[in-house]
């Protein structure tokens, strides 16, 4: 569904004309409206007895609304992009009934040991099926807007997202559910309460961080799909293999990084990720060339991967199991808030944002004026870094990690399997790709 579906969210809405502006809002509202979803997912844990029903709710009704999506350019041509904008809200709000409850629940289950190379085999699995995923919307949506059907691709790929939906739901009903009753019984904490814990709480703490590195991020973020689509003129084709390269460096990191975070625990990856993300909007400043962007991609990909993975540990260890599904709903809100601010402010810059300007008497100029919003981003990110990571503590206890070490696992490990895994990859790709377009090849 993700991979399908979710990822061609930006190029569908291009389709149907969206302005920046449109864009803006399609990164920010959903998002902020499915986290705020996640406090009547509380509020629906005490009244029922089962977190497993809340998520099948959710996720059986994220099913319902591929459909509509898919019929949009027919029925309401005029008011496809804001009736969309509400379909994808509805979606994320659905999608975001099932976070907490999830959290909760594989909090209880998944032993604190082996949660980094747990999520590392979970997330590496999840992006594998969203990298194909991907992959065959890319070569569909490619293929169907070459010959003039550029709707039919949509059609396609988003129905394949319904698919895989039902059959997601079909999975989590066979999902094993511990009893929980103390959670049942605990008190709902008031924001007097949060303010409180502010002050003792590395995770409410964390959370708040992580929200202001979102709005750095969100800033720039929804509009890498429009720089490429509207501005550079890339094929459907050209897009997903830039989308695609992230994804695989994504996975190819994953195992180093999930290793490093159960022996040297979340903080080391989180200062040495967290660092890096900062120059990467920079970064799409320096070159308009399609293989310069695969290779910022591939660094990208890779980072990203451990500050994900990192993120996930270091909440799992800094929250108490009791009020696990608080504490995450509070992050997941936090995350939304920086997001809708980030993407709202990003969409704001584009309107105004010149291609011309004077400095001292100096004329200069660029491309496009996303370029100023991608300097905005990568100073945001500097930002909240600075302030952010120096402050960072470790929650659990852990291996000290000697520089050097650390360095060398991290370089040695991430390089074999990235190597490894690309020479099989690209084999297979190769061969795929060849048979499906060999006169693109």
């Not at 082996?114 to 979970?122: A, E, H, Q, V």
């Not at 009753?181 to 409410?204: G, T, Y």
């Not at 799409?284 to 890779?302: D, E, K, P, R």
Request: with cysteine; net charge positive.
């Amino acid at each position: 569904m993700s991979g399908a579906g979710e990822s061609y969210f930006s190029a569908f809405a291009l389709f149907l004309k969206a302005s920046t502006t449109q864009i803006a809002w399609l990164a920010s509202i959903p998002p902020l409206l499915g986290a705020l979803a996640q406090l009547i997912s509380l509020a629906l844990r005490r009244v029922m007895n089962s977190r497993k029903a809340i998520i099948l709710v959710g996720a059986g009704t994220q099913t319902l609304f591929w459909i509509p999506m898919l019929l949009l350019p027919w029925l309401f041509p005029e008011y496809a992009v804001p009736i969309f904008i509400s379909l994808v809200a509805l979606h994320q709000i659905a999608g975001n009934l099932v976070s907490p409850q999830w959290s909760s629940l594989m909090g209880d289950i998944i032993p604190a040991r082996k949660r980094g190379r747990y999520f590392g085999l979970r997330t590496r699995c999840a992006t594998v099926s969203s990298f194909f995923a991907l992959t065959l919307a890319g070569v569909v949506l490619h293929e169907a807007d070459g010959h003039g059907y550029t709707w039919a691709g949509f059609i396609v790929i988003f129905g394949v997202a319904a698919i895989a939906r039902i059959v997601s739901w079909r999975h989590l009903r066979q999902m094993h559910e511990p009893p929980r009753a103390a959670e049942v019984l605990a008190p709902a904490l008031k924001p007097r309460a949060w303010i409180r814990r502010f002050k003792r709480s590395p995770a409410i703490r964390f959370s708040l961080a992580h929200g202001g590195m979102q709005a750095a991020v969100s800033m720039a973020a929804p509009f890498f799909t429009v720089y490429m689509l509207r501005d550079l003129g890339f094929s459907y084709l050209e897009f997903m293999v830039v989308t695609a390269t992230s994804v695989l460096f994504h996975f190819a990191a994953l195992r180093s990084w999930g290793r490093i975070c159960d022996v040297y625990g979340s903080r080391i990856v989180l200062i040495c990720t967290g660092t890096l993300i900062t120059i990467f909007p920079s970064l799409w400043l320096l070159s308009t060339s399609f293989w310069f962007i695969i290779g910022v991609q591939m660094i990208s990909g890779a980072t990203w991967s451990g500050f994900a993975l990192a993120t996930t540990n270091f909440l799992f260890d800094a929250t108490p199991a009791d009020k696990r599904s608080q504490y995450m709903a509070f992050h997941n809100v936090m995350t939304a808030v920086g997001t809708a601010i980030g993407a709202l402010v990003g969409g704001a810059l584009a309107a105004v944002m010149p291609t011309q300007f004077n400095v001292a008497g100096v004329e200069f100029g660029w491309f496009t004026p996303l370029y100023g919003i991608f300097l905005a981003s990568s100073l945001g990110r500097i930002a909240v870094a600075a302030v952010f990571l120096p402050r960072l503590r470790e929650v659990r206890s852990t291996r000290a990690a000697p520089a050097a070490d650390f360095a060398l696992r991290l370089a040695w490990g991430t390089v074999a399997r990235i190597h490894q895994r690309i020479s099989l990859a690209a084999t297979a790709v190769r061969k795929w790709v060849g048979a499906l377009i060999p006169e693109r090849i």
